[in-house]
Every structure is written in structure tokens, then in C-alpha cells.
């Protein structure tokens, strides 16, 4: 009994905040980790949709600014790509239809260069090949370059593109073949009128 009387009681209310403030720093921590696994491949998905490295980086920062919010809604943690790219293609589709309504020309994105600066793929396929699958790209619909590049340049599963486009699993498939298919004829007629250089 002498023992409880001399414990150093902590006021309630003094736990509940030192509590609040550990689960606080937890979840910033938490977010900070996702936002550095998962920028890149987000901010990638946006210029590729955008094709406007600005535009991108805008969209990059309202992309996460959401899923900020809506962290509580994700129910499957090991699917949170997929899930930040469907947040990052209805943030992409929103500042199209600003850019229509509000910029000087903006009705038409596709003529925009993503970067200046040269990338990787260019040093590698060229720019005059890049330019091709540039153009190529362009002629898909913006549902069909979504759910190609979801495919192939971000690896996600049929389940997952449907889940992210809110589509059927059937849809997700077919979509993403079409677009291949799509993708192939107009790379090949690109080839036919270099002469078959591409």
C-alpha cells in the first residue's frame, strides 16, 4: 500500500495528449513513407497521361493531398499503388477539363513535350522513336492509355486496373488488349511511312 502511495500519478488529460501526439507523428511517418515509395511512380503516371511536366507536378501534389484524406478508406494496404493511381487519373481528368475551359489552347494536350530535359528513354530509343511512341500514345483514348500504362509501365494486376478504373475484371482485360492492339497499328504505320524504319 505505501508503494501506491508514493507512485507519481500522470494527470489523464497529460496521457491522452502525449497519446494524440505519438499517433500523430506514427501517421506522418507512415505518410511520409508512402509518399516516398510511391511519387515517382505517381508523378511518371500523370506526365504520362498529362504529357505536361507542370501539370504533372500539380497533379502529383492534389493527388497525395487526397489520399491524405481519404488514408482511412484504404482497405487493402498492399494494393495502395493502385490505389493512389485511380486518385492520381481523376485528379489528371479534372485539370484536363480545367485546362480546356480556362488556358489559351489547352483544348489539346497531346502536341506537349513532357520535359525538356532529355530522359532515359530518349538517350535510348531516340527522340525521332520516342516522338513515334509519343504520337502513338496519343491516338489512344484516355481510358485506354490509362489502363496501359497502369499494365505495363506500373505492373498493376487486371484486379487491380479494374479496381482502379472502377471497371469489370472483363473490361480491365479487354481495354488493355484493345489498347495494345491500338498501340501496335499505329506503330506500325509510323514504321510504314518512314519507310520502315521504325
Known amino acids: 500500500m505505501g508503494f501506491r502511495e508514493k507512485a507519481v500519478e500522470v494527470p489523464a488529460g497529460a496521457a491522452v495528449l502525449a497519446l494524440r501526439r505519438a499517433a500523430v507523428q506514427a501517421e506522418a511517418d507512415a505518410f511520409r ?4 515509395e510511391h511519387s515517382g511512380a505517381v508523378h511518371r503516371f500523370l506526365k504520362d497521361l498529362l504529357r505536361d511536366a507542370t501539370l504533372a507536378d500539380e497533379g ?24 493512389l493511381l485511380g486518385i492520381a487519373r ?23 513535350r513532357a520535359s525538356a530535359a532529355p530522359s532515359p528513354e530518349h538517350v535510348l530509343l531516340g527522340r525521332e522513336e520516342m516522338e513515334v511512341v509519343e504520337r502513338a500514345m496519343a491516338s489512344l483514348s484516355e481510358d485506354k492509355r490509362a489502363a496501359l500504362l497502369l499494365r505495363f509501365d506500373h505492373g498493376l494486376r487486371y484486379e487491380e486496373i479494374a479496381s482502379t478504373l472502377g471497371w469489370s475484371l472483363s473490361k480491365a482485360k479487354v ?12 506503330l506500325d504505320a509510323a514504321g510504314e511511312g518512314d519507310g520502315g524504319a521504325a
Open 33 to 36: 513513407t508512402l509518399f516516398l
Open 175 to 186: 481495354e488493355v488488349h484493345r489498347a495494345r492492339l491500338k498501340l501496335r497499328a499505329a
Open 60 to 83: 502529383l501534389q492534389e493527388t497525395f493531398v487526397r489520399a491524405h484524406e481519404r488514408l482511412g478508406t484504404l482497405e487493402q494496404r498492399d494494393r495502395v499503388l493502385g490505389w
Open 90 to 112: 481523376n485528379v489528371s481528368l479534372e485539370l484536363r477539363r480545367a485546362r480546356r475551359r480556362d488556358g489559351p489552347g489547352g483544348g489539346d494536350l497531346r502536341g506537349e
